[in-house]
Structure formats: C-alpha cells, structure tokens
C-alpha cells in the first residue's frame, strides 16, 4: 500500500522526534521532511509532494503557521493540512476554518489520537475541536 | 558692311537674352536675401506653428500653411473668415480659458494636441485678431502621467500615514502574542514532555532535564528570566541549516557568509522569508543550482542581506508577486530592494535592524 506523504512543521525537537516516530511507526506515512519553520513549509510541499502537512502554529523565528497554512492552500489546494498547537485560541480555528486548513487538534493528545486524526484527515473529513 | 551687321545683330540676339536672364536672377538673389514682404511671408509660411492674423470683420490679413492646413482639418472647410473659423473651434473645444487679453483653448487634430491663443492686437489704429496655434501633445502627454503619478503619491502617503498611526499598536500586539505564545508553547512543551515521560518506557529525557525545564517554565511565567537557559541555547533554532536544507530540497547548494548567528530573531525571520522568495524564483525562472546569501555586518543600524545565484539572470526584471512583497516588507522594516543584473543575478536587501 502506498504511503502517504507527509511533512511535520514543528520547532520543538522532541515534538518533532515523537510524531515521526508514530507516524512513521503506523506504517501508513512516510515522513518527507521535518523542519521547524513554517516559512519554508511551502517550499517542500512542492519539491517533496507533500499530501499531508502537521502544522504548528508557532514556529522557529515567529513564522506563523496558520499564514503558512493559507499560503499552501492557495498554491496547493489538494495538500490537506491539519494545525496542531497547544493553545486554544478560537480565533486561530476560525482563522484555519477560513483557509480552508482541513483539520485543527491540540497537541496534548495521545499517539492513537493522532493517528486517528491524520486518517480521518485523509478520508476527507475535517476533524475541529467542538463549540 | 552687311556681313558684320549681321555678326553684330547675330551677337546682340544671342546676348540680349542672356543678360536680361543674368539680371534677373540677380534680382531673385537680392530679394531673397532683402527683407521685404516675400521674404517674411516665405519665413512665416515656414514656421512649425499655426498664425492666422484676421480684422473685425473676420476678413483674413495673414495665414500661414500650417494654420491653413489645421483649421482645414478640424473645420472642413477653406478657412475664408477668421471669426467665423475662431467660433467654430471654439464650439469643439472642451477645455477652455478665457482671461482679459486672450482666450487659450485646446483641441486635438490627427492624434495630436493644439494649444490655441486668440488675442487682440492694435496695428496702426486698427484693431487686428491674432490666432496662433502650437503642438503641445509632449508637454499635454507628461501632464496626464504626472497627474497619475500624483495619485499614487497620494494613495501611498495615505496608505503610510495610517500604517505608521496604527504601528505602536501593531507592534504592542504583535510583542504581546509572541509573549503569550512563548510561554503557552514552553509551558505545553513541558506538559507534554512529562506526560511522555511517565507513560512511555525507554524515554531518553532524564529526571533531571525535566526538572530543569520546569523551572525554566516557571522562570518565565514569573517573570524571572533575562538569559537564555543552556537548553533552550540548545534547540534554538539554527537559521543556516533551515535555509541550507529546504535550498538542498529544491535542488539548488547554498553558500551562506557572514555572522548569521549574530542576527536577531527579526531579522532571522526577514532572511528566511526573503530566501523563500528568491530561491523559488532562482529556480522556477532561472533554473539556477547554486546561491549565495551574504549578511552583512551592521553598519549605522542597517544591515544588507545579498542574495546571488548562477541561474539565467532576467533580461526584463519586471518584479512579481513575491519580489514585490518584498519589496514592501523591506520598505515596512525600514529598508530597500534593489537589484543587480549582469553576469549573475543578485537580489540585494537592506533592512534597519533593531
């Protein structure tokens, strides 16, 4: 079965460390780049033909992920996205809802959770927080 | 006797003709060179612009070729009286002043642009009407592009008077969040650092560094921390190797010179953001595989960010959507873009660096 590209923006280590290893350990995804900067998330999203992105919202040097995010969709509509961050600013899922960002999760989930939201990502449904 | 009669007569019959030809183109150069009426008629008649001088009446005293071929054009008709000729133009006219001593007013014939003066002259008692016309499509062309760029101006210094009333909030509220989203970030990190560290076997992270994140949790929430802690030196992140290997991905090598390391987090930013630009337009439009990106040292505050590629410099730059977006983040951090285009094409920065 062919893997599904996938790219994971995030500018903590061990963040980054933990969801390659579950993603990769599914067996489902193939990690195509990991970097720690939302401002060149676009640029491997073309070279590496990424169909999956986990976003972080704030990134190294104050690169804003959901502004990544808005210029992905623009440029590669077909690149689902799913924004994870600790923090529950509704503005922000507003903002991911109007970009068009498929899915939005908070990062104090379990890796079954994870898992769970990246295949139902790539089904074609939009996992949001609820209220 | 007869025989030189006729020589004579054969002579004189020859000659006669001869000099009175001589004499007059004589004459001919004289008047050429003589001021008299022929000749200022001759010099008028060849004037680039329009002269028409008319009585009261209308009855026409003087007109040049150029007059005589304008009002022909633009009345249809042979102009044979200069009131009526005057009337008509300036029934076509759109644009129009009257002051005590003249009327100006324009009219456009043939893709060009006329300026036309109609004055009163007073010769020898008599009151006589002087029309002039002159083709001024050049200063009537630069007019409208100077009017356009007016509004430009005007739009920009609007655009950056509401910038600059707004700035003082904007960075408030951009310090604000970038605070609240450290501390948020920092302190789910080490959420999440411990949850994994009680459930998970065979976890790299050891009590101690736990700890140490805590209080470095803490620290911040309090208020307490000015340095930055040896871990977070750790994983701060590292502008070179960000840039060197999204470069690598799009298949191009990258040389980086200079003290990046010495650059603020703003200006960290500023490169990365400005290096998206330009190695995507290295390499879509240039097909460039190598750059350079040269940082500058700080000099009066500024500093000049260089970047170089080997890809097919642009015969026509005409900047673009990410260039022009550039263009404006540099003018909003108090710099500039230009560009350098010959052998190798470099897009070259300077941004204030606070």
Redesign the interface.
């Known amino acids: 079965m062919e893997k599904t590209k996938v790219m994971i923006v995030e500018d903590q280590e061990l963040q980054r460390k933990m969801l390659e290893e579950i993603l990769t350990g599914s067996g489902r995804y193939e990690v195509v780049a990991s970097i720690d900067n939302a401002d060149l998330a676009d640029l491997y999203v073309e070279t590496k033909e990424v169909e999956l992105v986990l976003m972080d919202i704030y990134t190294a040097f104050g690169a804003d992920g959901l502004e990544a995010s808005e210029r992905i969709k623009e440029e590669y509509p077909e690149t689902k996205i799913m924004i994870r961050t600790s923090m529950p600013e509704s503005a922000w899922v507003t903002r991911a809802r109007a970009a068009g960002v498929e899915s939005f999760c908070y990062k104090d989930v379990g890796e079954a959770a994870v898992l769970d939201a990246c295949d139902r990502t790539m089904r074609g449904e939009s996992v949001y927080p609820e209220g | 006797m007869n025989q030189t009669l006729r020589i004579w007569y054969a002579v004189l019959s020859a000659m006669i003709p001869l000099v009175l030809s001589m004499l007059l183109l004589l004459q001919a150069h004289l008047a050429r060179h003589r001021i008299g009426r022929a000749s200022v008629k001759y010099s008028i008649d060849h004037l680039p612009a329009g002269l028409m001088l008319f009585l009261a009446d209308g009855r026409i005293v003087m007109i040049n070729r150029a007059m005589n071929r304008l009002l022909r054009s633009l009345t249809g008709v042979l102009p044979l009286n200069g009131r009526k000729c005057c009337d008509q133009l300036l029934t076509q006219t759109k644009v129009r002043q009257d002051t005590e001593e003249e009327t100006n007013f324009l009219l456009s014939e043939s893709g060009r642009f006329y300026t036309f003066r109609l004055s009163k002259l007073r010769v020898r008692d008599t009151d006589v009407w002087q029309l002039t016309a002159v083709d001024t499509t050049d200063l009537h062309e630069t007019e409208a592009e100077l009017r356009v760029q007016e509004k430009e101006l005007a739009q920009a210094q609007r655009e950056l008077a509401e910038y600059s009333a707004h700035a003082e909030d904007r960075a408030r509220n951009e310090e604000y969040l970038?605070t609240?989203?450290?501390i948020?970030?920092s302190?789910?990190?080490v959420?999440?650092?411990t949850?994994?560290w009680l459930t998970e076997q065979n976890v790299q992270?050891t009590k101690q560094e736990l700890l140490a994140s805590w209080r470095q949790v803490m620290g911040n929430l309090r208020g307490e921390n000015t340095e930055v802690s040896a871990e977070a030196e750790k994983?701060a992140?590292d502008?070179q190797k960000?840039?060197t290997?999204?470069a690598k991905?799009?298949?191009l090598s990258l040389t980086m010179e200079g003290d990046t390391k010495s650059a603020g987090?703003?200006l960290?930013?500023f490169i990365?953001?400005a290096a998206?630009i330009c190695?995507?337009n290295a390499v879509r439009h240039g097909a460039a595989t190598e750059m350079t990106i040269s940082l500058s040292e700080k000099r009066d505050g500024r500093r000049t960010i260089r970047f170089a590629n080997n890809g097919v410099p642009p015969r026509d730059l005409k900047p673009g959507g990410g260039l022009r977006s550039l263009e404006k983040r540099a003018e909003q951090a108090g710099g500039s873009v230009s560009y350098e285009s010959g052998e190798t094409f470099a897009v070259l920065v300077t941004v204030q660096e606070v």
């Open positions: 970038a609240k989203m450290r948020h970030d302190l789910g990190q959420l999440l650092s949850r994994y992270l994983s992140p502008l960000a840039l290997d999204a991905a799009m298949g987090v703003s960290s930013r990365v953001r998206r190695m995507t």
